[in-house]
């Protein structure tokens, strides 16, 4: 017998690991996510934490060395190429796409309703009644707001919580390995590389290739370089195509003008190793993502939560989104299932645990990229604790496994 109803709004990860836990203890769940076409196709690389590993296996996922790729070294690179630091860190690589379709796989189609977006929420007290694009309207015991960082349930049930955006941009890409000279794969593709000019942080690592591929040969080699850049200058121009339409703080990656694409490889060369340089130079399309902080003022109250990036989200120095996103949907479901199916109590319980793990990465991320941050705004750096600027710092921090971090266990 099912233990009640639903909706989930947003069919990416963080929906994805809720509706399957959900779905797993019994609960009625149907998923409505806005894109309607496959989201597979989006993504780059992520890091992963022990901790995600776990709730996909308790949910019956296979976790084998196919979910990634191993990297055990560390190097970070000065500008001329000499090997600065060394260190042993092993973490898996995988990518955003590789987990997205273990998770869809687990969902049956009949509860997924892509291309539909949801518009209004209300909150009755014995339901929830949500309005959707395609003009329905449908109840249930439970909303689960997993709709990302412009979440419409947040919008719309906590207006006060808003992102805000961190003072830099992160130029992100992926060449395939087999683009790789031999000189540049024997160098580069075994090793996490780190380039760090003054006041940025460059990171290149191996991940999943195409179709989720981990065999030498068809892997990917991501890079995410963190820049200071101004928001209402530099950010908005980027942001402009080249029929001079500017498109906001973001941009898709086929509309950014030739032009920017040919100054961030130059910079590249300006900056960084040669070898970090020419991965920039070699990635067909480089794309940037504004970088945010958001924390909320409640994640659950009543017959509505919010999850995963709706929620919060942190910078991405301690790569720990999607896990955040997984451990969210499992306390979500632990609640309702220790409360008895009792959504309010259960809610209650699941916002004071969440938040405070949410605000707690948020802050370590702050810490992290504050060096970038006040290179851009040097007039927030007066009393800030930030992490110090040095290769060692970085190379122990980037990345660095949950249970290190003060706070969250
Ligand atoms: C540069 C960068 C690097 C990162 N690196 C890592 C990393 O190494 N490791 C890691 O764990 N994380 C990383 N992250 C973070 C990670 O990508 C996110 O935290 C994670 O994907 C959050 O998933 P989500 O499901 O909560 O939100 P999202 O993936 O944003 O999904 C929200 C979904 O809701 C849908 N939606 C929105 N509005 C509506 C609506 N009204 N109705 C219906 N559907 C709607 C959207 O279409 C979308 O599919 C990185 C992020 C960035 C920017």
Redesign the pocket.
């Known amino acids: 017998m099912s233990r009640g109803s639903v909706m989930v ?9 809720a509706a399957n836990l959900l779905r797993a203890h019994g609960w009625d769940v149907h998923v ?4 309607a076409d496959d ?1 597979a196709t989006r ?7 022990p901790e ?1 590993f776990q709730v996909m296996r308790r949910l019956g996922i296979t976790v084998d060395e196919s979910i990634g790729v191993s990297v055990e070294r560390r190097l970070c690179l000065a500008r001329d190429g000499s090997l600065v630091l060394e260190t042993h860190q092993p973490q898996t ?1 995988s990518a ?1 796409a590789r987990i997205y379709r273990l998770l869809r796989a687990q969902l049956p189609d009949a509860c997924y309703y892509p291309g ?4 209004t929420v209300e909150d009755r007290g014995g339901s929830v009644l949500a309005r ?2 395609d003009g329905s309207a449908r109840e249930a015991d439970l909303l689960v707001g ?8 947040r919008s719309l049930w906590r207006p006060d919580s808003v992102p805000r955006y961190a003072g830099y941009i ?1 130029w ?1 890409g992926v060449l395939e390995e087999s683009a790789m000279p031999p000189d540049l794969h024997e160098a580069m593709m075994a090793n996490y590389v780190f380039g760090l000019p003054p006041g940025e942080m460059m990171l290149c690592y191996p991940v999943p290739g195409r179709d989720d591929d981990v065999r030498p040969g068809h892997r990917g080699y991501n890079f ?1 370089w ?1 820049r200071p850049t101004d928001e209402a200058t530099t950010l908005r121009e980027l942001c402009t195509d080249s029929t001079g339409h500017c498109h906001g703080t973001s941009i898709a990656p086929p509309l950014i003008r030739p032009e920017v694409t040919r100054g961030i490889r130059q910079t590249a060369r300006d900056l960084l190793a040669p070898n970090i340089a020419q991965v920039v130079e070699l990635t067909v399309q480089p794309f940037f ?1 504004a ?1 945010n902080d958001l924390e909320s003022s409640c994640m659950g109250t009543g017959r509505v939560a919010l ?5 919060f ?2 910078r ?1 120095h ?8 997984a451990l ?1 949907a499992q306390c979500l479901a632990d609640e309702l299932e220790a409360t008895g199916g009792d959504v309010p109590a259960a809610l209650t319980r699941y916002d004071i645990q969440r938040r405070r793990f949410g605000h707690t990465v948020v802050e370590r991320a702050r810490w992290v990229g504050g060096y970038i941050e006040t290179r851009g705004r040097p007039e927030l750096a007066r009393g800030r604790a930030m992490m110090p600027e040095t290769p060692e710092s970085a190379l122990r921090e980037v ?1 660095a496994p949950l249970v290190k971090i003060a706070g969250l266990n």
């Open positions: 709004i947003g069919g990416s990860l963080g929906g994805l690991f409505y996510e806005r894109v989201l993504g780059a690389g992520i890091g992963t934490h995600l690589m955003w539909i977006a949801l518009e959707f694009s997993a709709d990302g960082i412009r979440s419409t349930v992160a992100r995410v963190y993502q970088i999850l995963g990036d709706a929620a989200v942190a991405p301690i790569g720990a989104g999607v896990t955040k996103a969210d990345g």
